[in-house]
């Protein structure tokens, strides 16, 4: 089955900088790659997401990239503020049976220092 | 974004008793998804559900240990039976995105804790 490395398991940064989380997964046949949100006691909220037929999305002062020949996929947060102090979980998808069904990493918990 | 609701949202139980999740979406979906957090921890699949069919179960999840029911493609429910402490997690119920734009949405999630 689908195998998903999440790196860092922490991150900590200032207030303005940027974040980065990195994701690999094994599985040439997935092709859907969601980035959840996670606050503390909250359910996670899906906040980006791309396909495989492309290299980038951007929105606003996030984005994903993603590269499909070395089986990676990265999230990208400029300016950070402390409001995206949170967990964040990237997940690889496989088309089975009706719906895409995800694999989750393992989850990067960011904190962002005023 | 489809509308999840999911109870109750959080309960205390004791060892060797059952509690049933209750999970409700605002449109008919085909697929649904049952979850596991445990403390601190990703999100573990438990089982996938399909409306007429039994549900599928990964690896190490059993349906005696988890029975779970999808009566119409609204609804679903998960049962933790004879509960133990380590079954203290938060379930969450999400909808597989099929039509909605490959979208996966969660519901709130129910916080377990078991004495």
């Known amino acids: 089955g689908e195998n998903v490395e999440q790196h860092p398991s922490t991150l900590s940064v200032q207030e303005g900088d940027s974040a980065v989380i990195k994701c690999t997964y094994s599985?040439?046949?997935?092709?859907?790659f969601p980035w959840y949100k996670q606050e503390l006691g909250k359910r996670p909220q899906l906040i980006i997401d791309?396909?495989?037929?492309?290299g980038e999305k951007k929105d606003q002062r996030i984005a994903v990239t993603l590269n499909k020949t070395a089986k990676h996929f990265s999230l990208h947060i400029t300016e950070t503020q402390p409001e995206d102090s949170a967990v964040y979980f990237c997940?690889?998808?496989?088309?089975?049976?009706?719906?895409?069904?995800?694999?989750f990493g393992r989850g990067t918990s960011l904190i962002v220092h005023p | 974004s489809a509308v999840i609701s999911q109870k109750p949202s959080r309960d205390i139980c004791q060892r060797g008793t059952s509690l049933t999740i209750q999970c409700q979406v605002d449109?008919?979906?085909?697929?649904m998804f049952w979850y596991r957090q445990q403390p601190g921890q990703s999100l573990t699949l438990i089982a996938t559900?399909?409306?007429?069919?039994?549900?599928?179960?990964e690896s190490g999840f059993v349906i005696d240990k988890f029975p779970i029911s999808r009566p119409n493609l609204t609804f679903s429910t998960l049962t933790v039976s004879n509960m133990s402490p380590e079954d203290s997690s938060i379930y969450l119920c999400?909808?597989?995105?099929?039509?909605?734009?490959?979208?996966?949405?969660f519901g709130s999630g129910t916080q377990l804790s078991v004495l």
């Open positions: 999400s909808v597989g995105p099929g039509s909605l734009n490959e979208k996966l949405f």
């Open positions: 599985d040439s046949a997935s092709n859907y």
């Open positions: 791309i396909r495989s037929n492309v």
């Open positions: 997940a690889a998808s496989i088309w089975s049976g009706g719906s895409y069904i995800p694999t």
């Open positions: 449109s008919q979906v085909t697929m």
């Open positions: 559900a399909n409306q007429g069919s039994e549900a599928t179960y």
